[in-house]
């Protein structure tokens, strides 16, 4: 069977739903990292505390309170490398037994479809994993990274690159934090897949609420308002 043979085991809305799951996870990245100036999204939001906390770190004797924060960041990046991993296994054991998932998802979508349909579908997910995977473990080294800088921060107030070398542990600090929420979209938008187990129009309208979850917690939710220091 040549690739042409096994591309037409898919229908046409499949393709169109697959599409439309790689628009909604480019664009709500991008939007959430680069919103409106009079709408900023949490994540922007926390972008800002970040740089403060940097700016209280200078002046806070001792620093313990801050590398405990460090480690816990850290641990959480850690757990869900690690858990990022544990998924991928269990989805590649999914594919060499694949025969065991086809009579389910030919229950739920009451069609006789291939395996290879269903192996395709699995190894949609394994992407998204495993790019997740690589966002966390980024995001980790990241935050050694902020570790290290925080450091090197000097004691002395007057010293003239105290400041700077806060600002530094800042940013580096943030982009931790941006890779680390890549990465959890990835993981929102791998669950969001299996429901194309269902058939097109479930993947559809899972990534309609997988989209709406993210963007309320982002641009909508109460915690934010919080952040803000603004009612709802």
Same mark, same amino acid.
């Given at each position: 069977?040549?690739?042409?043979?096994?591309?037409?085991?898919?229908?046409?809305?499949?393709?169109?739903?697959?599409?439309?799951?790689?628009?909604?996870?480019?664009?709500?990245?991008?939007?959430?990292?680069?919103?409106?100036?009079?709408?900023?999204?949490?994540?922007?939001?926390?972008?800002?505390?970040?740089?403060?906390?940097?700016?209280?770190?200078?002046?806070?004797?001792?620093?313990?309170?801050?590398?405990?924060?460090?480690?816990?960041?850290?641990?959480?990046?850690?757990? /869900? $490398?690690? =858990?990022?991993?544990?998924?991928?296994? *269990?989805?590649? @054991? #999914? %594919? &060499?037994?694949?025969?065991?998932?086809? !009579?389910?998802?030919?229950?739920?979508?009451?069609?006789?479809?291939?395996?290879?349909?269903?192996?395709?579908?699995?190894?949609?997910?394994?992407?998204?994993?495993?790019?997740?995977?690589?966002?966390?473990?980024?995001?980790?080294?990241?935050?050694?990274?902020?570790?290290?800088?925080?450091?090197?921060?000097?004691?002395?107030?007057?010293?003239?690159?105290?400041?700077?070398?806060?600002?530094?542990?800042?940013?580096?600090?943030?982009?931790?934090?941006?890779?680390?929420?890549?990465?959890?979209?990835?993981?929102? /938008? $791998?669950? =969001?897949?299996?429901?194309?187990?269902? *058939?097109?129009? @479930? #993947? %559809? &309208?899972?990534?309609?609420?997988?989209? !709406?979850?993210?963007?309320?917690?982002?641009?909508?939710?109460?915690?934010?308002?919080?952040?803000?220091?603004?009612?709802?």
């Amino acid at each position: 069977m040549t690739w042409m043979d096994r591309l037409a085991l898919f229908e046409p809305l499949e393709f169109a739903a697959l599409a439309f799951v790689l628009l909604c996870w480019i664009f709500l990245g991008w939007r959430i990292e680069h919103p409106g100036a009079k709408r900023p999204s949490t994540s922007q939001i926390m972008a800002g505390y970040r740089r403060e906390w940097m700016k209280q770190m200078v002046t806070r004797e001792p620093r313990i309170f801050d590398a405990q924060i460090i480690s816990n960041l850290r641990q959480g990046t850690a757990f /869900f $490398a690690s =858990t990022s991993v544990i998924a991928i296994g *269990g989805a590649m @054991a #999914l %594919i &060499g037994n694949v025969e065991s998932l086809t !009579g389910l998802a030919n229950d739920l979508t009451l069609m006789s479809e291939p395996a290879f349909v269903w192996e395709v579908k699995l190894v949609i997910i394994i992407l998204f994993l495993t790019n997740s995977f690589l966002k966390f473990a980024w995001a980790n080294r990241l935050f050694g990274y902020a570790a290290v800088l925080m450091a090197s921060v000097p004691n002395d107030v007057e010293n003239p690159q105290v400041y700077a070398r806060a600002e530094q542990a800042a940013e580096i600090n943030i982009t931790a934090a941006r890779s680390f929420n890549r990465g959890l979209r990835s993981v929102y /938008f $791998a669950l =969001t897949v299996i429901a194309w187990f269902a *058939g097109p129009i @479930a #993947l %559809i &309208g899972a990534t309609l609420f997988t989209l !709406g979850v993210i963007w309320r917690r982002e641009f909508a939710s109460r915690s934010r308002a919080i952040l803000l220091n603004t009612p709802l």
